[in-house]
């Protein structure tokens, strides 16, 4: 099983800052990650596939970089919005899909 | 507008069984491949199952292997999780997951998700 490790477990920023989100693989999932937003009583919300490809109607703050064992998210001015959850996911491994524990990222 | 509606959950004893369904529309269902993804209260996200298209592949994790039954109905654009032999540790929001579909290639990851179904195990 491939396990991913997100860093750090709680992030506090404030609106307009910049947040980087880290997700670290046990062995290479080449570029095959994606991350997810989770907001409290929601579903996730994909932002970010193939490591760096932002989904339909993802905004451009959301960027993700990386390949093979790390992996970065980073949203480039936080809005109020945006804090929440966020999980990579890996299906390298394929259909043995894996998530990471999350990050939450609260405002400080 | 593609949409995803699980419902079926509740409280059941340790042991026993529940059905969930998911009620999919938005989206042409039969091109599709399926999951059921849980979360445990104040846990992460887990895989559960995966189902194509067609219901020629299925897939589970080692978690729910044996005791759990993907399905779907596409006639009925309707996706379901049969789940026996219950245990505390099923406790979790189950969510019904569409794949990612880019050029018609399935890719693998999650784009749009139910509202969750609680499902509860406890004596």
């Known amino acids: 099983e491939i396990v991913l490790t997100q860093s750090p477990a709680t992030l506090s920023l404030s609106p307009g800052e910049r947040a980087t989100l880290s997700c670290r693989a046990s062995q290479s999932v080449s570029s095959y990650l994606a991350w997810y937003q989770q907001k409290p009583g929601q579903a996730p919300r994909l932002l970010i596939y193939?490591?760096?490809n932002r989904a339909t109607g993802i905004p451009a703050r959301f960027s993700g970089s990386g390949s093979g064992t790390d992996f970065t998210l980073t949203i480039s001015s936080l809005e109020p919005e945006d804090f929440a959850v966020y999980y990579c996911?890996?299906?390298?491994?394929?259909?043995?899909?894996?998530f990471g524990q999350g990050t939450k990222l609260e405002i400080k | 507008e593609v949409q995803l509606v699980e419902s079926g959950g509740g409280l059941v004893k340790p042991g026993g069984s529940l059905r969930l369904s998911c009620a999919a529309s938005?989206?042409?269902?039969?091109?599709?491949?399926m999951n059921w993804v849980r979360q445990a209260p104040g846990k992460g996200l887990e895989w559960v199952s995966s189902i194509s298209s067609s219901s020629s592949y299925i897939y589970y994790a080692d978690s729910v292997k044996g005791r759990f039954t993907i399905s779907r109905d596409n006639a009925k654009n309707s996706l379901y999780l049969q789940m026996n032999s219950l245990r505390a540790e099923d406790t979790a929001v189950y969510y019904c997951?569409?794949?990612?579909?880019?050029?018609?290639?399935?890719?693998?990851?999650?784009?749009?998700w139910g509202q969750g179904t609680l499902v509860t195990v406890s004596s």
């Open positions: 996911q890996q299906r390298s491994n394929w259909p043995l899909y894996t």
């Open positions: 193939d490591a760096s």
């Open positions: 938005g989206f042409t269902f039969s091109s599709y491949s």
């Open positions: 997951a569409r794949d990612l579909k880019l050029e018609a290639v399935t890719r693998y990851y999650f784009d749009y």
